[in-house]
């Protein structure tokens, strides 16, 4: 018979997401029946999304380390050296389920989210980006949720004057009920300067900042870790209401009392809001920690223990301040108009103790919550081997000028420009290169540095095998940041899946790891931070498997950078690496052929690091200045963008034989690069000595694209259909 | 010259106009909304942003800052001030300048560069432009549709106070309007950002030229 404390039922303890087991669990380490506050804390630290009992057995394989990281997950952001005594803070976090039932609240607390816990570290938020993912265009929510997500992403960032500068867009039936919005905060922050959550010492106060605590979004941690169902309307209040005015004061007074020595610990309250911040910073420090909640601020009244331990209400913020430091603190907190109480104290206890209006209402050991989360190796299936693409079925179009149409104007190539004009890109007057290019590129404030950034993953090619997909998800990633001239540093991700507890969907996560960690320790590129987003599934339909990665890198100097606008006709294009003409899983073979089969391109790993220190060390060298990486959609849809990002024309050459392999083919590790006609004979003599695939692709010049000079697409007509896809979409009225 | 630049809660391109007005050596004071008496100053800038996170109307609660009452009291004796964007709001909105800055017409937030052309170059902030010079400059807004009524058009433009004029209009704005500025010709409004274009790696110089013009006109 499992014991409960008093007013506690069995459809209590499993509304709170808790098995029967995990239930015992606690039991057994509390000694007796948890009450209904302890029960509500022990349901948010459990849950998937802040326990990480699925993924973590597998996140730990993970390559996390590198002479530049600084600081690998586990923390609110990674951090990366990047010279001259400054470090890159960044990280990347869904906020799917929210978004889902209320786009334009749930997109924006995750843009705030992601930026409170960079600027929880000390940095100063300089680039927000943002991977987004929607369902079937045609869908009758697709628009409502495209247009929410997309206002409150800018209504958010804009207020905070932090330039969103980038990120991806795709659309895919399978996300028609769960869409996905990740969002990604880089800061900068002086090496000297960062803060860390770890409570260390005991008997120094415990201090809530930032906006008053509400009703909002009690229990949103444990929304995040179940599936929808035609239901999940009615989980509306479950989403929090953000207040990027709030947030912007609450950046600029944390980083005013980071000036000084105050600070031993800090963390922001974002899922599970005081709960998880409370207890990972004592978990973190060793310490216990005992809390007064009748001094938490608060927004209405009559406000009880459970609901202000996990109310999810925004901007807000837990600090350890060294003892005597209060007053001042609180100086700098009144000066901006925002709460400051101090409400609680460091033990040596090694418990979470809440007192309410003089009685102890929780207590809890600390470890309980945090090492002694269930950890499952869940079963797993592997993903069975796809079948190569055959030929014969994806037959060549009749006129290869009419595809290249068709597909830049096909959902997944046409121009975002009726996002990205939504958010401020070039407030802060440090965006050398906003979005469009490979990777967007943040000036070093002050210096001729600058950062670039992207992000990536291809989930087609994930679900079709997802080691290869991993693979190619941050070995692309890796190439964006390449292409224009940076070193790539570091990256982080943000892993959405399906329901863990579905052996093939599990085998989905397993694999894609796999690839993502062979393709990161190949190229020296370690993931310092991420988040896990599981359990995106309505009524049993799973999302395409989507590990979007985010990636940072540095350019030393703004003089050497390329980007992919075509400058100047007369100019060569060469094209760096293989060409076999890989259509299995290509966006040719779904545009035209309604296919989605077939093995994804497979990623060689050493041509991919050669192929692109070569082409980075052409933009260091200064024999180039235009480049553009080869991806979705393949050779001639990016000749495309460039001609139109530089708005000049191209004539190239190709193989009559399999002419729309070599076209539209999707094989990786592929860039093309314009340089001046004088310049073509010494880089292609370079890569001949190093043994990297090189040819002569074409010329720019005129107004129009063309393949062995025939077959001709105006300029203005490809403009056209790229342009006007999103716009025209976004307006049909129903 | 001597200048300084508010600082309201939420004010987000302070920084940017600090960066353009050092850029001409006129390192700026930053002065805090709280704060009720502005140093001696030979300009005044509102810069953008989201002051009060555009609660009740953008710039409505800026225009009642402790600070502004010295604003308007120097404004009115003669110092010349700039208002970009949010600035522009708020001078509206503390009634320095006349109408409105109402939501854009398409009704999203508009963040692209745009083509202007400087209608009148004898101002004290455009003497480095020629008049029909068309300029690039960024802009990033929600409202920045200018409203007034049709005689203070009129009026505006029998004057010459419409500075710059976008040539393709993107927000609705009444008459194409961009900038304007006041009867004495020492306040300016504008929504496009001069100072995110002082920078040739970034979007140009544009912009530079405008603050350049203050300074040459203020030494």
């Known amino acids: 018979m499992t014991a409960f404390a008093k007013g506690i039922t069995a459809a209590i303890v499993a509304e709170h997401g808790l098995t029967q087991d995990e239930y015992d669990q606690i039991l057994k380490r509390m000694g007796r029946p948890p009450n209904f506050t302890e029960l509500g804390i022990f349901s948010v630290m459990w849950s998937e999304h802040c326990s990480y009992k699925s993924s973590r057995r597998w996140l730990k394989d993970l390559p996390t380390t590198g002479p530049q990281v600084i600081c690998g997950p586990g923390e609110n952001a990674g951090i990366v050296d990047i010279g001259d005594g400054q470090a890159a803070v960044f990280k990347m976090e869904s906020h799917n389920h929210p978004s889902f039932i209320e786009p334009y609240q749930g997109a924006a607390t995750g843009v705030g989210g992601i930026m409170r816990d960079v600027f929880t570290m000390g940095a100063r938020p300089v680039a927000n980006m943002n991977a987004l993912r929607f369902g079937d265009p045609a869908h009758e929510k697709t628009r409502h949720l495209v247009s929410g997500v997309v206002a409150g992403i800018g209504g958010y960032g804009n207020c905070m004057g932090v330039p969103t500068v980038g990120g991806e867009t795709n659309f895919h039936s399978s996300y028609n009920g769960n869409i996905l919005v990740n969002a990604m905060t880089v800061g900068i922050v002086d090496r000297g300067k960062i803060f860390y959550s770890a409570a260390k010492g005991v008997g120094n106060p415990v201090v809530y900042v930032g906006s008053k605590t509400g009703r909002d979004g009690i229990h949103g941690a444990t929304m995040a870790s179940a599936e929808f169902d035609n239901d999940s309307d009615e989980k509306r209040p479950t989403v929090q209401v953000g207040d990027p005015f709030t947030e912007k004061l609450l950046l600029e007074a944390c980083l005013e009392l980071m000036a000084s020595d105050a600070i031993i610990a800090i963390q922001d309250m974002g899922a599970a809001g005081l709960t998880s911040s409370a207890v990972e910073m004592a978990d973190k420090g060793e310490v216990g920690i005992t809390l007064d909640l009748d001094e938490v601020p608060c927004r209405e009244t009559g406000m009880q223990p459970y609901e202000m331990m996990l109310s999810e209400s925004q901007e807000r913020m837990l600090m350890v301040l060294k003892p005597g430091k209060e007053d001042a603190a609180r100086a700098i907190f009144d000066k901006w108009g925002l709460d400051f109480a101090v409400i609680g104290i460091t033990t040596d206890t090694g418990r979470l103790t809440l007192t309410f209006q003089g009685a102890v209402v929780a207590d809890i050991p600390i470890e309980g919550l945090t090492q002694d989360a269930p950890v499952y190796d869940r079963p797993w299936t592997p993903t069975p081997k796809p079948a190569p693409l055959k030929i014969s079925d994806c037959p060549p179009p009749e006129d290869m000028g009419a595809a290249l149409l068709s597909l830049m104007g096909s959902p997944d190539l046409t121009s975002r420009r009726w996002i990205w004009e939504q958010y401020d890109q070039s407030v802060m007057g440090d965006t050398v290169e906003g979005p469009g290019g490979d990777a967007a590129l943040i000036r070093i404030h002050g210096s001729a540095k600058a950062l670039a950034i992207t992000t990536d993953v291809t989930p087609r090619y994930c679900k079709a095998d997802p080691f290869e997909g991993g693979k190619q998800a941050v070995a692309e990633t890796w190439r964006n940041l390449t292409a224009v001239g940076a070193i790539p540093l570091a990256m982080t991700d943000c892993l959405n899946f399906g329901n863990p507890e579905r052996p093939e969907i599990m085998g989905q996560f397993v694999e894609c790891l796999k690839g993502m960690g062979e393709s990161g320790r190949a190229l020296g590129f370690p993931i310092v931070s991420g988040n896990v987003s599981l359990y995106n599934e309505t009524n049993g339909e799973a999302i395409l498997p989507t590990p979007a990665i985010g990636g940072v890198g540095v350019i030393e100097d703004l003089g050497h950078r390329a980007h992919i606008g075509l400058e100047r006709a007369g100019d060569v294009l060469l094209l760096i690496g293989e060409t076999i003409g890989h259509l299995g899983q290509s966006l040719y073979a779904r545009t035209f052929h309604n296919i989605e089969a077939g093995a994804p391109p497979p990623v060689n790993l050493s041509a991919e690091r050669r192929h692109g220190d070569f082409v980075r060390a052409a933009i260091t060298q200064g024999l180039t200045t235009c480049v553009h990486d080869i991806s979705d959609g393949g050779l001639y849809v990016t000749v495309a963008e460039m001609a139109l990002a530089g708005a000049i024309g191209a004539d190239i050459k190709a193989p009559e034989d399999h002419m729309h392999g070599f076209l539209f083919g999707v094989d990786q590790a592929r860039y093309i690069v314009a340089v001046r006609p004088d310049q073509e004979g010494k880089i292609l003599t370079q890569a001949g000595d190093a043994g990297i695939p090189a040819l002569k692709l074409g010329h720019v010049g005129g107004q129009a694209l063309s393949v062995n000079g025939k077959q001709a697409v105006a300029l203005g007509a490809l403009r056209e259909v790229h342009e006007n896809w999103f716009p025209a979409t976004m307006s049909i009225r129903t | ?219």
């Open chain 2, 1 to 219: 010259m001597k200048s300084c630049v508010i600082v309201f809660p939420a004010s987000n391109c302070d920084r940017d106009a600090a960066v353009a007005l050092e850029a001409i050596g006129a390192s700026p004071s930053m002065v805090w909304h709280g704060d009720t008496d502005l140093p001696s100053t030979d300009l005044i800038v509102l810069p953008g942003g989201f002051s009060y996170g555009d609660y009740l109307r953008a710039g409505a609660m800026a225009a009642r800052a402790p600070i502004m009452r010295d604003v308007l009291k120097r404004a009115r004796s003669g110092t010349p001030v700039l208002g970009i964007c949010n600035g522009f709001q708020i001078l509206t909105e503390a009634g320095l300048l006349p109408g409105a800055l109402m939501r854009n017409d398409g009704l999203k937030f508009i963040c692209k560069s745009v083509t202007l052309e400087v209608t009148n170059s004898a101002t004290l902030f455009t003497r480095n432009y020629e008049e029909g010079q068309t300029i690039r400059l960024p802009v990033a807004h929600h409202d920045g549709n200018y409203y007034a009524d049709e005689h203070t058009l009129d009026f505006l433009e029998g004057e010459g106070r419409v500075v710059f004029r976008y040539v393709r209009n993107p927000n609705g704005s009444a008459r194409d309007i961009a900038g304007i500025v006041n009867k004495t010709g020492k306040i300016l409004g504008m929504m496009p950002h001069p100072e995110r274009s002082i920078d040739p790696v970034l979007n140009g110089l544009d912009g530079k030229a405008l603050f350049q013009s203050i300074l040459e006109t203020l030494i």
